[in-house]
């Protein structure tokens, strides 16, 4: 499966962004998904995700994050509402044939990252 993630940008602090990642050549409702961020740590951090059995989120977003699937357009989705600088990072969305969601080794397709920055 190809992914294709969207939706970046620069928004102040308070802010909201709406990253889309769309899928092609698979259907991603049989996946595990999850959307992994890249700050200046340059570690891969996991920040949602959903599974077979329910939608996780990292503590840090939990309350501002939303993230959604929608199967007819094979998408998922991540709302984001009162960032903060330190949700700046490039984003990723990934995809796994398994069902853990939390590491990033799990997963076997990444889509390219779309740059959030958050800056006053």
């Known amino acids: 499966v190809q992914l294709q993630a969207s939706g970046g940008g620069s928004v102040q602090p308070g802010g909201s962004l709406r990253l889309s990642c769309a899928a092609s050549?698979?259907?991603?409702?049989?996946?595990?998904t999850g959307w992994f961020r890249q700050g200046p740590s340059n570690r891969r951090e996991f920040v949602a995700g959903?599974?077979?059995?329910?939608?996780y989120y990292v503590d840090s977003v939990k309350g501002r994050f939303t993230m959604s699937r929608d199967n007819a357009k094979n998408s998922v989705f991540l709302q984001m509402d009162t960032l903060k600088s330190e949700d700046t990072g490039v984003y990723y969305c990934?995809?796994?044939?398994?069902?853990?969601?939390?590491?990033?080794?799990?997963?076997?397709?990444w889509g390219q990252g779309t740059l959030v920055t958050v800056s006053s």
């Open positions: 990934a995809a796994s044939r398994g069902s853990r969601v939390g590491n990033p080794s799990g997963y076997e397709f």
């Open positions: 050549g698979g259907t991603l409702s049989s996946y595990t």
């Open positions: 959903i599974s077979w059995n329910g939608t």
